[in-house]
C-alpha cells in the first residue's frame, strides 16, 4: 500500500484558497488518489479522485504532477462550514481493498 | 437504500459485557468496510468484505472482535468482553467495488 503524508494541521481564513499537499513517494502504476472529508460527528464524504493531471468538480480541484507522488486538493474561497479533516488515500481503483489505510488527515481551521 | 445506514448511533454498554454493531450498506455495494475511530484521532481499518470472498480481518484488534457479513450485504460487528479501550466511533463505509466510499454516520460505543 502506497503510504501518504499529510500536515497535520492548517488554518485559513474566509474567503482564501486553501492547497492541502499530500505526498506519496511510492504510488503505484495503478493507484488512484482520492480525498475524503469529515466534519465532526460524521463519517467521512468522499470528495475528489483523480489519476494525473487536473481534476475540478463543484468542491474542489486537484492538481497532479507528472510524476504523481504528491497531490494537491484545492479548496476555493473557503468558508467556516470548510472547517473539517481532509485524508488523501491511495489505491487502486480496481481493487477496493487497496484503499483501506486512512491516515491522520490534514485538520483545516477556518477562521473568520 | 439511499445511504448507508449504522445502528445503533450510541451504545453505552458495562465492561465485560458483549456488544453488536449493526451496518447496513447500499443495496447493490459489494464492497463493505469496518473503521474505528478514537476521539481526535485518524480511522484505524478493522475489516474488509468483498462479495463472496473471504474477509480480511488484517486489522481487527484481537480475538474478541469479528464481524460478519450476511447474504452479502448486512453486516454486524461483534466485540465480545468490552474493554474501556474499545470505546470509539465504529463506521462502516460501503463500495461498488473502486474507491468512492460511502460512509455511515457511525456507532458512538462508551464502555465503562
Known amino acids: 500500500l502506497a503510504k501518504t503524508t499529510q500536515p497535520i494541521s492548517m488554518d485559513s481564513y474566509e474567503g482564501q484558497e486553501v492547497n492541502i499537499t499530500c505526498s506519496h513517494n511510492?504510488?503505484?502504476?495503478?493507484?488512484?488518489i482520492t480525498w475524503y472529508q469529515q466534519f465532526p460527528s460524521q463519517g467521512p464524504r468522499f470528495i475528489i479522485q483523480?489519476?494525473?493531471t487536473k481534476v475540478t468538480n463543484e468542491v474542489a480541484s486537484l492538481f497532479i504532477p507528472a510524476d504523481r507522488k504528491s497531490s494537491t486538493l484545492s479548496l476555493p474561497r473557503v468558508s467556516l462550514s470548510d472547517t473539517a479533516v481532509y485524508y488523501c488515500l491511495v489505491g487502486d481503483n480496481n481493487n477496493a481493498g487497496n484503499m483501506l489505510t486512512f491516515g491522520g488527515g490534514t485538520r483545516l481551521m477556518v477562521k473568520p | 437504500g439511499a445511504g448507508v445506514s449504522q445502528s445503533p448511533s450510541n451504545k453505552v454498554t458495562e465492561k465485560g459485557k458483549d456488544v453488536e454493531l449493526r451496518c447496513d450498506p447500499i443495496?447493490?455495494?459489494?464492497?463493505l468496510y469496518w473503521y474505528r475511530q478514537s476521539l481526535g484521532q485518524g480511522l484505524e481499518f478493522l475489516i474488509y468484505f468483498q462479495g463472496n470472498s473471504a474477509p480480511d480481518k488484517s486489522g481487527l484488534p484481537s480475538d474478541r472482535f469479528s464481524a460478519e457479513r450476511t447474504g452479502g450485504s448486512v453486516s454486524t460487528l461483534t466485540i465480545q468482553r468490552t474493554q474501556q479501550e474499545d470505546s470509539a466511533v465504529y463506521l462502516c463505509?460501503?463500495?461498488?467495488?473502486?474507491?468512492?466510499?460511502?460512509f455511515g454516520s457511525g456507532t458512538r460505543l462508551t464502555v465503562v
Open positions: 511510492n504510488i503505484a502504476t495503478n493507484d488512484y
Open positions: 483523480g489519476y494525473k
Open positions: 443495496s447493490g455495494h459489494t464492497a
Open positions: 463505509a460501503s463500495s461498488p467495488g473502486g474507491a468512492g466510499y460511502t
